[in-house]
Every structure is written in C-alpha cells, then in structure tokens.
C-alpha cells in the first residue's frame, strides 16, 4: 500500500472522511478517498493483469510482447527462446529486423517446473525452470533486445543466431564479437510510391567469455560463447532506424555503441513505473470474472500501445499489432496504408487513459501529410477546395490501398471522383473525424500550442465538407456521391457525412474565434449549418425503404446509413449509431435518444467482428448490460491469442489490438463520460461488476469512480484547471453535496435535481456524495495482487494453461 498514513488532520478528516460516518447503518463500504485524495497504488492493479504461462508457449501464436514504442519484439520458447523484432519504420513492407534464437533455453523452456510471466508493470517477460532464469526487455532508450540468462552451466558453450529468410538479400558482416545484417531498399515499385530510402539492420552480440561472430551463410548469423563462471550471460540485438545512406559496418558499430554495455533493467523498469504512473488505471472485479477479464485486456491494451506506440507513424495499421509480430514479414492488409476506422478506438481509449502523448504519431501522420492530401485532393476530386483525407491512406498520404500479396494483387482508390465504385473510394468524412479528435484532445488537455498545430487538419477538412455539399431541390445541402464508410458506396448523404458536418462545423467555427483565423470560412460554416438534412430513417421492418420523422410516434424506425437505404451492403458496420459514437450527436439529453435505442436493439450486425463499436456504443445509451454482455461476446468471438490480442480470420497470423481497443474504451465509457460538456459517472456499469478507476475529460480533469453493486460509492474530481462542472445527478432522486478536499468544506448541495452546475479550481480535489449516506467508509487504497495464473473466458483465455 502506498498511502500508510492514519488520519490525522482533524479538519480534513472529520469533514471529508468523516462525511461518510453520518449513519449508524451497520454497513461499511471501502473507499481510495483519504485525506484530500484518491489513492491508487499503481502496480498492485496493473500486475493483476500480467500474463501468466504455465507452460512454455512454443508456438508463435503464444509470443509475448514487448517494446520501446520504436522497436518490437515478440518472445516464444520455440527452439529454447525465439524473438522476432520489428520496427515502425522499414516502409513499405514493414520488413522484420529478424529473429533471435537461442537454443541453450531449451533447458529452461522444456523443464517440468517452468513458469512464465509477462510483467506489464516492468515491461519485461522472465522464463523460471531447470534452474535457470532468463529476462528479457527492449531496452526504453537504445533500440536494443535485451536476454538476461542466469544459472547457466558455465562448462557449456552457448550458440545464439540471427536469422533472415526468403527472398530477403541482406548484406552481412561481423564485428569484434559481434555479427551484422544491414538491408536497404528504395519505395519507388508500388502504386503511389514516395521514392524515399528505407532499410533494416540489426546486430547481435553477447556478454560471455571468448564470444566468436560468424556469418553462416547469407541469412544467418551464428555467436559462440561460454557463459560467465557464475553462469550468467547476456544477449543484446539492436535495431535502430536504418535508411542505407550511412555505410553498414559503421551503422553497425554505433548501434552498439549506443546501446552500450551498462544496460540496466532498473533503469528500463523505471521508465515503466512512470507510463503506469501517468495512465489512468481501471480495476474490475465480477463474481462470474467477466469484469476482471475485461480489466486484463485494458491493462494489456495500454501496454501494448506503449509497445507500439510509433514515432514517425502510428505503430500499428488496420488494427494489426505490427511491432509486436510473430509472422515474418507476412501482412494480410497493405503495411504501408492507415486505415483510419481502426486507429480511432485506439485515440479515444488513449485521451481518456491520460496518455495522450501516445496519439501524436497519428496526429503527426495527417499533419506532416497536409501538402501530399491537397495536391491528392486537387488530382483526384476535381480541384475541390480543401482536403479529402483518405480513408486508407499511404503513409506518405497518397489515397491508395496497394495489396501486392494477394493473388491477384489488388489496388483500392480512395479520395477519389473517378474510381470505379469501391471501400472507400468516397469516404468523405474521415478528415472531418480526425479534426473532431484534434478538438477532444484539446478540449481534456488545454494545451493552446496543440490546437494551432493541429487546426490546420480542422480547417483543411472543414473547407472541403463544405465544397461537397450541393445544394438540391429541397432547398436543403446535399453530399454525393458519398460512401457511407464501407457499407453502402456512392449513395445520398450517408450518415458519417452528416454527422462529420453537424459536429465538425460548429468547433471549427469555435476554434477560428480561439485563433483568430478566417472568419469568412466559419460564417460559411455557419450559414451552411442550417441547411442539414436530418438523419435517415427507415422502419425496423422494412431497411430498403425511407421514413419520416413521425414514424417516431409509434417507434417503429431506425437511422439508417444513407438516403439510399436500398443500396447493396459491403461490410458489416452499424452505420446508424456513428452519431452515437463517435460522433457524439445523440445521447441521453437529445430527443433523438429512443431513436438511438432502438437503432442499437434493432442493428443488423452485433459482435461479429474484432472491431465491433457495440460496447462503446452501448455505454453510450446507457445500457449496462449490453456493455457487459456485448464485451463478453466480442472477446470470446475474436481473442483467440494468449497475449490478449484477437484474430481476425481463421487463416490469419497477425496479431489485432483493434478488440484489446475497443474493449478499453468501453471500461472508460461505461464509468465517467463528458462528450457534450455534461459529466456522466458511472452510466453504463454493468450489474455485478465493482469497478474502481480513473477517466481523464475535459478541461485537464481526472474523475475518480468507485462502483459497488451498480450504485457509485466514490465520485473524486481532480481538474487541471479553474472551470464550471456540469454533473448529472449520480444517484437520481437524491440530493448530493459537493466538498472541498482541501478544507473539508461543503462547495455545493442540492436535491431534486437532474443536473448540477459548480465552480472547480485547480489543484484541488473535491468529493461528491450523497447528502444521505447509509454506512461508515473504510478507507483502503485501490490496488491487487500480482496475477498467479492464466485468465479463462469461455472459449479465449489470457496465458498458457
């Protein structure tokens, strides 16, 4: 426990503690609320959900992962200990460095007492058998593998390899004690190419006795060494970023140079101790352990985004864990394409973890592209103002998805007036979504330098919604033709148009006033805003046919995904409720919020993929249940790998963070939610989960939750700035105090309400509570213990059995 202090300051005790003793109900609830404070221990929670093997996880489908955010590793047993690295930025292809194997683990791997762990909280993965120990780490400031092994018999000579294989044509060579591949190639083949130089290069060295470097034949290389005579060794590989300008024997001796030799797990542990500090932590307890198994998979989720996190570009693509590979160089989807359905879950769940930092490469991936998407824009929709931003896009941000591995290859336009129907060849909206993200990630962290950076995408996307609607007979602005997303192609006014412009106008119009920018653009905004159709309608029983809005009177309709309800479906998305989530339109205080209902009761497509938004979506209307029940579907139908990520064929090898994702921003969802400037807490708890966390929102504010048989016990608000809070009433028909932390004293009361508005100041947490509580609090920070064994759900599970 962090927090041992005993209450011993009367006036913050006895009236922010002792405001919980008011009754002489025999009942005693535990609160993290102590002195002024929400007290979470960091790592007792997080280590709740390491990954425990009980047996050696031999196959490549059971690799573990680990990272620096530059350079991935996936860890297995097979052949004593393989590890396969892979880095953000050996475009196109994103061409793995290699695979490490070291042979003499095969002892530990095969030993009857072995045992395996993934420590989320160190970033490390340790092997315990046959009395030896081997940790392994990608060091946080060097892009280097490192294995420390213990209990090796120092009589026996140790072999380590490093292996390439078809038809990669690296150049090798060899170092003192140390073995080189260095590999370069030009992006100058595939359709929209950018001609820029990309490479890969590792070097593999070891700390032993009389260490030997050969290269076996042109893909591998072989080390010979004896273990120190306490049996200790190590093996580094480093892999830093490589373009072949520099000459590969020199490039080679400074990636060892600057991976050094005083690495240290202590100092890579505390780079950890610190991203666990910051993150928002979510704890989740059921009886039926669906709760905790969701928690895992958060907990797994953040990890693995730190992993991957990238730095030029985004780490991962089309939901695939790219860096944390086991599967060679094989992609199913384009390497070198984003596909921006599949980032968002991921940028939203980081926002409201408190790990924003994470989201810059995929800020940074449209912003640095801004003057390739205007030159795309005005080549491939017509000279249209403004920027078309693909939905699949290139990394150098050309609207083209290139699959040259399949058989026939295929090329998917996007962004573009002239391409035959296709996904995404006029999906319109994406730009709109990316500056609503931009708004958000302004709007929780206040950070002014952000917004003027990332304004631009706001404006560009903003300009061209704006050039694409048309104005029709009915007097009213009209887009086509225009995808709604992958579903339905070239149709009238899909909803993510409608929604991209109900929402993205009105901030950019806000954000113009902020930044003094053209107002020209923002009375056009203005103007153009009265003229919106409202969404389409269609009756539950009959999709291929329009409805008015007075169908409402008998509930019988549903939004549909465009004014063309009869075009054929290509995907399996839920169109209708992008107005939910995302997009923010429709909740609880809306008229539209039985029509939402019943579109999420009455959708066509539940759970039937990895990156189903039905959680999410769920939480947003309020429904517990759903959450509970539609997370638990999603992960026994798509988490099929014991490192929490999903698959998303039957044939697939790669690995999918896009359902760790989506789960994630469910658990923040259904806890604290303020997408239109209302806070919610705890809206969407389902029934028999005790859940304890922290969500990030706006206006630099961490909102602290404790839930006990679906009613809140603890609601904490620590805002990062001086600010009026909007809360909805957490316990409806109730009264509620809001108090100081600092001086105990009461901000605020008031009862029968549905909504309360007070003023916060910075640096000062506050309490809100019933103004009747039933039973003493006891105060125990929230923490855990350290996982012991795997994690089973159903079908899926969470570590080796």
């Known amino acids: 426990m962090r927090h041992s202090r ?9 009236c922010a503690m002792g405001a919980w003793a008011q009754s002489s109900a025999p009942a005693t609830v535990t609160t993290a609320w102590n002195a002024g404070s929400f007290h979470v221990n960091e790592e007792g929670v997080v280590g709740r959900s390491d990954i425990v093997l009980l047996h050696a996880n031999t196959e490549a489908a059971q690799a573990m992962p680990l990272g620096n955010g530059r350079l991935g590793a996936a860890v297995w047993s097979a052949e004593g200990m393989t590890v396969q690295l892979n880095r953000d930025d050996t475009m196109p292809r994103r061409l793995s460095a290699g695979q490490l194997v070291i042979p003499g683990l095969m002892k530990l791997t095969q030993a009857k007492d072995y045992a395996g762990r993934l420590d989320l909280y160190s970033g490390t993965f340790v092997e315990r058998g046959g009395g030896m120990t081997a940790l392994a780490y ?13 209990g090796a018999d120092p009589k026996v000579e140790q072999t ?7 038809p990669r044509t690296p150049m090798a060579g060899t170092l003192h004690g140390a073995a080189w591949f260095a590999e370069s190639w030009l992006d100058d083949k595939e359709p929209g190419a950018s001609g820029e130089h990309f490479g890969s290069l590792a070097v593999v060295t070891a700390d032993g006795t009389n260490v030997q470097a050969t290269v076996t034949n042109k893909r591998m290389l072989t080390l010979r060494f004896m273990p120190r005579a306490n049996g200790r060794f190590r093996v580094m590989v480093a892999a830093p970023n490589f ?5 590969p024997q020199m490039a080679a001796t400074r990636a060892l140079t600057d991976a050094g030799t005083d690495l240290s797990v202590a100092v890579h542990a505390a780079w950890w101790r610190a991203f666990w500090k910051k993150a928002a932590m979510i704890r989740v307890m059921s009886a039926d352990g669906v709760g905790d198994y969701m928690e895992n998979l958060r907990t797994i989720y953040m990890y693995v985004a730190a992993c991957e996190r990238g730095e030029k570009w985004p780490g991962t693509q089309a939901g695939v864990a790219d860096m944390i590979s086991s599967a060679g160089d094989t992609h199913k989807w384009d390497p070198a394409a984003f596909w921006h359905w599949n980032l968002r879950m991921q940028v939203a769940a980081n926002l409201g973890a408190g790990l924003w930092d994470l989201n810059a490469p995929y800020f940074n991936l449209y912003r640095d592209n801004l003057p390739n998407l205007y030159q795309w824009t005005r080549d491939h929709m017509h000279n249209m103002d403004g ?38 060849a006029r999906t319109q909206s994406t730009g709109a979504e990316i500056g609503l993200w931009v708004w958000r990630q302004y709007l929780t962290t206040d950070d002014d330098d952000f917004l003027e950076k990332y304004f631009p995408i706001m404006d560009a996307s903003a300009r061209f919604l704006l050039a694409a609607q048309h104005q029709g007979k009915d007097g009213l602005l009209h887009t086509f033709p225009s995808n709604a997303h992958e579903n339905q192609w070239d149709v009238v006014d899909p909803t993510t148009d409608l929604s991209a412009i109900k929402v993205l106008y ?3 119009i806000e954000a113009t006033q902020m930044l003094d920018q053209d107002h020209n653009l923002a009375f056009g905004l203005q103007t153009a805003l009265k003229d919106v159709p409202a969404f389409p309608r269609v009756a539950i029983d009959d999709r291929k046919k329009l409805v008015s809005k007075a169908a409402d009177a008998e509930g019988k309709d549903v939004i549909a995904d465009s004014y063309r309800p009869a075009a054929e479906i290509h995907n399996q998305e839920n169109i209708g409720l992008e107005p939910v989530w995302p997009y923010g339109l429709i909740g609880d205080r809306s008229n539209e919020f039985p029509l939402a209902v019943r579109t999420y009761e009455n959708r066509l497509n539940k759970m039937s993929i990895d990156w189903s938004y039905d959680p999410v979506q769920a939480a947003r209307l309020d429904m517990g249940g759903q959450v509970g029940e539609s997370l638990k579907m999603l992960a026994q139908v798509s988490q099929n790998y014991p490192n929490g990520m999903a698959k998303w064929g039957k044939t697939d090898t790669e690995f999918y963070v896009e359902q760790a994702g989506v789960t994630a921003l469910a658990l923040q969802e ?54 009026d809070v909007t809360l909805r009433n957490p316990w409806p028909g109730e009264g509620v105090a809001v108090l100081d932390g600092k001086t105990g004293k009461t901000v605020k009361t008031k009862v029968n309400f549905d909504l309360l508005t007070f003023s916060v100041k910075k640096k000062v947490n506050y309490l809100v509570r019933p103004l009747k509580v039933e039973g003493r609090r006891k105060f125990e920070a929230v923490t855990g213990t350290a996982a012991q064994l795997p994690k089973r759900l159903g079908p899926v599970a969470i570590g080796v059995f």
């Open 6 to 14: 005993i209450l011993a300051v009367c006036a913050i005790v006895v």
């Open 138 to 150: 990608v060091e946080t400031k060097a892009d280097a593998l490192v294995v420390e092994v213990t």
């Open 160 to 166: 380590v390899e490093l292996r390439l294989w078809e």
């Open 243 to 247: 373009d072949g300008t520099t000459e």
């Open 387 to 424: 920027v078309c931003v693909p939905e699949t896009m290139r990394f150098n941000g050309q609207g083209i998805e290139y699959e040259g591995a399949w058989n026939p290859p295929a090329i998917g336009m996007n962004c573009d007036l002239d391409s035959k129907p296709y996904y995404n």
């Open 506 to 508: 009105p901030v950019v």
């Open 670 to 723: 259904m806890l604290v939610q303020d997408y239109d400037g209302v806070l919610r807490i705890a809206p969407a708890v389902p029934p028999g989960w005790d859940v304890d966390g922290s969500v990030w929102v706006q206006g630099k504010m961490r909102v602290d939750v404790q839930t006990r048989n679906g009613r809140a016990t603890t609601v904490v608000l620590e805002p990062g700035l001086d600010q």
